[in-house]
T-cell receptor, first 112, second 112 residues
Framework: NAGVTQTPKFRVLKTGQSMTLLCAQD?????MYWYRQDPGMGLRLIHY???????AKGEVPDGYNVSRLKKQNFLLGLESAAPSQTSVYFC???????????FGSGTRLTVV | GENVEQHPSTLSVQEGDSAVIKCTYS??????FPWYKQELGKGPQLIID?????GEKKDQRIAVTLNKTAKHFSLHITETQPEDSAVYFC???????????FGTGTRLTVIP
């Protein structure tokens, strides 16, 4: 049972480039989330989804877009990368609204 | 929105001693309080959680206490071991929102 799988694990982008981070879960969870983790700031929610075909904004959504075309996948897109988006990105999923999250192992993104 | 404050930011203890990490939350409607452990290079992992209808929960060497009146909850680790060294995050959620709000983390170091 793989749990939550994130790809890629590392990426370096130039300012203005675009990319998509993929998150896949095999636990049939309804809820999926994208967080970013920065030193001293904990985990901040970017976007989330409460089911297939739904998405919603979190605390820091600017500069990011998401899609949940299939229940098991949640994609995070950066249309025009900026140095401020240098961070570690974590995807998570949960069965319901007030259940524990299962996190992926993260994607370390550097924008130069 | 919800604000979760976590203290201390760093904590060092001798192996075998106890460690306590405290969090406060701002919204009295918060009703779910999980704790996560993050080891170096990995995603956060749920270690224990508590809901607002109970005051304490234990799982072997770890316990969480909740004081709804004071709006704070704490993680207690007894008989600490070197493998307990990690960053610990508290979080809170309430029924009107679909996500968790995380504290800024505590780096626990257990000295052999």
């Amino acid at each position: 049972n793989a749990g939550v799988t994130q790809t890629p694990k590392f990426r370096v982008l130039k300012t203005g480039q675009s990319m998509t981070l993929l998150c896949a879960q095999d636990m049939n969870h309804e809820y999926m989330y994208w967080y970013r983790q920065d030193p001293g700031m904990g985990l901040r929610l970017i976007h989330y989804s409460v089911g297939e075909g739904t998405t919603a904004k979190g605390e820091v959504p600017d500069g990011y877009n998401v899609s949940r075309l299939k229940k098991q996948n949640f994609l995070l897109g950066l249309e025009s990368a900026a140095p401020s988006q240098t961070s570690v990105y974590f995807c998570a999923s949960s069965p319901g609204q007030r259940d524990g999250y299962t996190f992926g192992s993260g994607t370390r993104l550097t924008v130069v | 929105g919800e604000n979760v404050e976590q203290h201390p930011s760093t904590l060092s203890v001798q192996e075998g001693d106890s460690a306590v990490i405290k969090c406060t939350y701002s919204d009295s409607a918060s009703n779910y309080f999980p704790w996560y452990k993050q080891e170096l290079g990995k995603g956060p992992q749920l270690i224990i959680d508590i809901r607002s209808n109970v005051g304490e929960k234990k799982d072997q060497r770890i316990a969480v206490t909740l004081n709804k009146t004071a709006k704070h909850f704490s993680l207690h680790i007894t008989e600490t071991q070197p493998e307990d060294s990690a960053v610990y995050f508290c979080a809170a959620s309430w029924i009107q929102v679909n996500n968790l709000f995380f504290g800024t983390g505590t780096r626990l170091t257990v000295i052999p």
